[in-house]
Nanobody
């Protein structure tokens, strides 16, 4: 059973930066799409950024220009570089691996708290 383990969350002041990592227990070369999702306090889980195996990216409007998603196939790791953080970026961040055939695997999440 593949496992995804996120790390890199923490407490940061507004305007600061964090880099989240999602380490996958197997090769990510064949994963069709990987993404980061965020669930704020009392809110639903929404997409933050997505990266396909072809290198196509998608960003939520609220993070465009501030966040960058990337992957390192050699390290089986997905990253999310978050700059100029805002209080509304606070939440639990989850990594998703979406395989062909509608198979999806989620990580356990990492908490980001941005203080204003």
């Amino acid at each position: 059973q593949v496992q995804l383990v996120e790390s890199g969350g923490g407490l940061v002041q507004a305007g600061g930066s964090l880099r989240l990592s999602c380490v996958v227990s197997e090769s990510i070369v064949s994963i069709n799409t990987m993404g980061w999702y965020r669930q704020g306090p009392g809110k639903q889980r929404d997409i933050v950024a997505r990266l396909t195996v072809r290198g196509d990216t998608y960003y939520a409007d609220s993070v465009k220009g501030r966040f960058t998603i990337s992957r390192d196939n050699a390290k089986n790791t997905l990253y999310l570089q978050m700059n100029n953080l805002k209080s509304e970026d606070t939440g639990a961040y989850y990594c998703l691996a979406a395989y062909t055939g509608n198979r999806q695997v989620w990580g356990q999440g990492t908490l980001v708290t941005v203080s204003s």
